[in-house]
C-alpha cells in the first residue's frame, strides 16, 4: 500500500488566497483526521471524520477553515482566506476502527503538507 | 481537556547509552501513542498502549494507568534513533477520538 497520500508537498501562498490540502487515506481505512503542527503549539487534532462523516471539529480553528470528506478515499481541508498564522504542516492520519469504534487504535500518517502564507 | 507532558524537552547522549523519555498526562485515557517524528518530518507510529509493557527491537513501552505515566525507552542507542518522539493520548469516555500531543522530546544522539 502506498500509505496515506497528500498533496500538495509545500504551499506557499499569499494572505487573503484560499488554500486547498488534499489527502488520501489508506485503501480500507474508515477513520481520518486532519492534525496541525506548528513549533509553538506541536501538534494539534483540528478535525476527524469516521465513515467519510464528521464526528468532531471543535479543533477547528475559526470558520476560515473546513474540511470534507465526500468518499471514503478522499479528504479535503480548505483555509479561506489565508492568514500568515496558517503558516504550518498539515498531517492526514487514517485508521481502522472495528465493531462501531470511531477511531481505531494505530493511526498512519501521511508526509504533511507544509504551508507558508506570506 | 487532557493535559500531555514530556520531559526531557531536548535529550543529548551517546551512543550506547540507554534512553528514558517520559510522558505524564492528565486525565483518563483509553489509549497512550508513542510516535518518533523524522528530521524530514515523517510521523511513525512505534507504539499504541492501553496497559502493561510493549517491545519492539531496542525500544521499550512502559504505561502505568493509575499513575498516568508512561516512559519510552530505547536499549543501545544509535545516532539513526535520533529523532522529535512524541507522546499522544486518546481520552477515554466522551470527547474526540482524535489525539492529544505532547510536546515532544528531541533526542540526538552522537556517535
Known amino acids: 500500500d502506498a500509505g496515506v497520500i497528500q498533496s500538495p508537498r509545500h504551499e506557499v501562498t499569499e494572505m487573503g488566497q484560499e488554500v486547498t490540502l488534499r489527502c488520501k487515506p489508506i485503501s480500507g481505512h474508515n477513520s481520518l483526521f486532519w492534525y496541525r503542527q506548528t513549533m509553538m503549539r506541536g501538534l494539534e487534532l483540528l478535525i476527524y471524520?469516521?465513515?467519510?462523516?464528521?464526528?468532531?471539529d471543535s479543533g477547528m480553528p475559526e470558520d476560515r477553515f473546513s474540511a470534507k470528506m465526500p468518499n471514503a478515499s478522499f479528504s479535503t481541508l480548505k483555509i479561506q482566506p489565508s492568514e500568515p498564522r496558517d503558516s504550518a504542516v498539515y498531517f492526514c492520519?487514517?485508521?481502522?476502527?472495528?465493531?462501531?469504534?470511531?477511531?481505531?487504535?494505530?493511526?498512519?500518517f501521511g508526509p504533511g503538507t507544509r504551508l507558508t502564507v506570506l | 481537556k487532557n493535559e500531555v507532558e514530556q520531559s526531557p524537552q531536548n535529550l543529548t547522549a551517546q551512543e550506547g547509552e540507554f534512553i528514558t523519555i517520559n510522558c505524564s498526562y492528565s486525565v483518563g485515557i483509553s489509549a497512550l501513542h508513542w510516535l518518533q517524528q523524522h528530521p524530514g518530518g515523517g510521523i511513525v507510529s512505534l507504539f499504541m498502549l492501553s496497559s502493561g509493557k510493549k517491545k519492539h527491537g531496542r525500544l521499550i513501552a512502559t504505561i502505568n494507568i493509575q499513575e498516568k505515566h508512561s516512559s519510552l525507552h530505547i536499549t543501545a542507542s544509535h545516532p539513526r534513533d535520533s529523532a522529535v518522539y512524541i507522546c499522544a493520548v486518546r481520552s477515554e469516555g466522551g470527547g474526540a477520538d482524535g489525539l492529544t500531543f505532547g510536546k515532544g522530546t528531541h533526542l540526538i544522539i552522537q556517535p
Open positions: 471524520f469516521n465513515n467519510n462523516v464528521p464526528i468532531d
Open positions: 492520519a487514517s485508521s481502522l476502527a472495528f465493531f462501531g469504534r470511531r477511531a481505531g487504535d494505530t493511526q498512519y
